[in-house]
């Protein structure tokens, strides 16, 4: 299937996702959720907000999947990335990844996930009590 | 000849706008570029220095040369978060 790849303002939809890799070959669906924290480096934070690129970050996103696609045959993904403000609790990302045996599953969706976070143009601005500020690395 | 920076996340912050057209000679690159941002706003230079560079939207070295209406973006060190 071709991946699904949002980038969205909007609530995430985990069951929306899930359906979408839903195959009858498959035996496996590993699904990394990241969720709004309520600290972070000994602050106490209030909500997120998200920015990116989102030409780029799409088409990075996509270039990853392709990756995971080639290394662990995981033909069946989608990837979901919300912008704008994220309240604690909430989600920010939502791989899912479904495969017919889970070892490539879980494989492929950390594979995505500690990729995103390194390559892909979207940033995280935490809003403390203390303030705000873009997190860097 | 022309191109076109667009700012995103704390870079759009301190510019406080998502864009703008910058004019500069032929055979500019990348680094060239990011000198004459950092002269028009000078509170971008910090942030530009530790940024990478994308042109059409993909990653490039900061001695790339720019064509015109090429599409400029500094992207600022990522979150990323503990893994």
Known sequence: MEPVI????EPLNREALLAAVAAPEIGGIVIFEGVVRNHARGKQIRYLEYDAYPEMAEQQIRRIVEEARQRWGAERVAVAHRLGRVEIGEASVI??????????????????????KTTVPIWKKEVSLDGEAWVEG | MKIRVRYFAGLREIVGQDAETLTVPEGTDVAGARALLSARHSRLQPILERSL????REYVPADRVLQEDDELV????LGGGAA
């Open chain 2, 74 to 77: 500094f992207i600022p060190p």
């Open chain 1, 95 to 116: 791989i899912v990844v479904a495969t017919p045996h889970r070892a490539e599953a879980f494989e492929a969706c950390r594979y995505i996930i500690d990729t995103l």
């Open chain 1, 6 to 9: 949002q980038i969205t303002r």
């Open chain 2, 53 to 56: 560079c994308a042109v059409n």
